[in-house]
């Protein structure tokens, strides 16, 4: 078959080549030969001879039958043309379909790859979004649970603020009410949505919103805190005097949103604190009243007292006298001690600093000790460390009242023995005293009481 295919493939070919009519004159010659031959053969075989005859039929006949054979070649020919060409579109087709199906076999492979990525991708996002829905759904928990709590602290801030019997309230940077507590209605007179949006020239009187508009405007112009107090009215016309702390607050990102206002009753605390300014100035009054009575009177003691001292007395005379003006001079340096205790108290101490002769009070505080000494069988020795300066500078007052404080509390803690006063000057124009005595001293863990007021050290022989 294969065979014959190729035989037709090559005549179809040859008649191409030559042309038909090559072809049918080749043709016919190859006919005539092959009848020619075909009638001397046969006649021979059957006659034993050939005749001229034979040839011409042979001639004729080849002759006859060319143009059929030519017209059926050429009808074989075209047909095997046409399938031939039919096959070759065919087979191109095939290519093409062969081609299209690589192309899309290639395209398909790529679609399924990037289908399967896309499933891929797409399986991602499932457990993606699967994972931010259970993400989602802990933060929505966490939220309630968030706005829960957030509610009840709120609640609890806001029966902590209404418990409050300080006014608590805020005012925006218009300075309109913002918010208040129990506290702030009762002394409005005014609920809280009520106050809301409010100025305070619509809730207080002139007077007080006048001071209420000052004081915002000095904490908004200098964002800074401010405390002043100011009397209020309630609604009822009582009077109350409240302590007032405003300050600016601000949110996280430091952008101020108005003030804060904190207000305290201090009425009861006002009307003690008048109380005592009165009581104070009574105490003032009886005691420069009462030490300007009985000094006249003393300094005439002492100075007396003094003047016969130096008279001849019996030993029991000068005793008695020696008694007499130690207790008048110990009695007003009580009285001085009230008096300053008294300014300092009112923080009024001032020193009086003044040119004195050390000498001279060196001496007087040495007679004045000694008798005091004297009176208890106690000896009184004072050491001065030369040189000492004649004149001094200070309060002489006040440092006789010092030293003499010092030397009765050691004459008056000490059995038996002596008490001793130093003094000595040291360079930076400063005078050092030390009093010392044979008593019992102070205990160790007592040292640091003494000197708080009206304080004293227990002791048996005190």
């Keep these: 078959m294969k065979q014959i295919r190729m035989l037709a493939q090559y005549y179809v070919d040859l008649m191409m080549k030559l042309g038909l009519v090559r072809f049918s004159m080749l043709l016919a010659l190859a006919l005539v030969v092959l009848a020619i031959v075909v009638q001397m053969a046969v006649t021979m075989v059957l006659h034993g001879q050939v005749e001229s005859i034979d040839v011409i039929r042979s001639i004729f ?8 054979a030519v017209y059926f070649l050429s009808v074989v020919v075209e047909q095997l043309e046409e399938s031939r060409q039919r096959l070759s579109r065919l087979v191109q087709k095939l290519e093409e379909m ?13 679609n399924i790859a990037q289908l399967n990525q896309e499933i891929a991708d797409r399986e991602k996002a499932e457990a ?27 609640s609890f801030l806001r029966s902590f603020l209404d418990a409050s019997p300080d006014l608590v309230f805020y005012r925006n940077e218009d300075k309109e009410f913002s918010g208040c507590n129990r506290a702030m209605e009762l002394l409005t007179g005014k609920s809280e949505k009520q106050l809301v949006h409010l100025k305070p020239e619509d809730v207080y009187s002139p007077e007080a919103a006048e001071k209420v508009i000052e004081t915002d405007e000095k904490v908004f112009r200098h964002n800074v805190s401010l405390t002043y107090e100011q009397w209020l009215d309630y609604p009822d016309g009582r009077k109350a005097c409240f302590e007032i702390r405003k300050v600016p607050y601000y949110d996280r990102v430091g952008k101020r949103h108005g003030l804060m206002g904190f207000g305290r009753d201090i009425t009861e605390r006002k009307r003690y604190q008048d109380a005592l300014e009165r009581a104070s100035r009574d105490k003032t009054t009886f005691i420069s009243t009462i030490s300007h009575e009985l000094r006249t009177p003393l300094n005439g003691i002492v100075g007396l007292s003094r003047i016969l001292l130096d008279t001849d007395l019996t030993a029991e005379q000068e005793k ?33 600093n003044q040119p004195i002769d050390f000498t001279s009070f060196m001496a007087d505080l ?43 509390n050691a ?38 009481k003494i000197f708080a007021m009206y304080y004293q050290v227990k002791d048996s022989n005190g």
């Excluded at 006949?61 to 059929?68: A, D, E, H, V, Y």
């Excluded at 062969?98 to 790529?110: H, M």
């Excluded at 009695?331 to 300014?343: A, C, P, S, T, V």
């Excluded at 008798?371 to 001094?392: I, N, S």
């Design 366 to 408: 040495e007679n004045l000790s000694g008798l005091q000494a004297q009176q208890k069988g106690l000896r009184f020795v004072l050491e001065p460390t030369l040189p000492l300066p004649h004149k001094v500078i200070t309060d002489g007052t006040r440092l006789r009242q010092i030293l003499w404080n010092l030397i009765s």
């Design 411 to 448: 004459v008056k803690f000490t059995q038996q023995g002596q008490v001793t006063v130093r003094a000595r000057y040291d360079e930076g124009d400063m005078l050092h005293f030390e009093v010392e005595d044979s008593g019992i001293g102070i205990p160790q863990d007592e040292q640091d």
């Design 320 to 352: 008695y006298l020696k008694t007499i003006h130690v207790s008048a001079v110990t009695l007003g340096n009580i009285f001085n001690d009230i008096i300053d205790m008294d300014k300092m108290e009112r923080r009024k101490v001032q020193l009086d």
């Design 128 to 154: 993606e979004l699967q994972e931010t829905f259970e993400q989602l759904k802990v933060e929505i928990k966490e939220r309630e649970e968030a706005q829960i709590q957030l509610e009840q602290q709120s």
């Design 61 to 68: 006949f080849g002759l006859l039958i060319t143009p059929w």
């Design 98 to 110: 062969r081609e299209r199906d690589l192309k899309l076999n290639v395209q398909l492979k790529d």
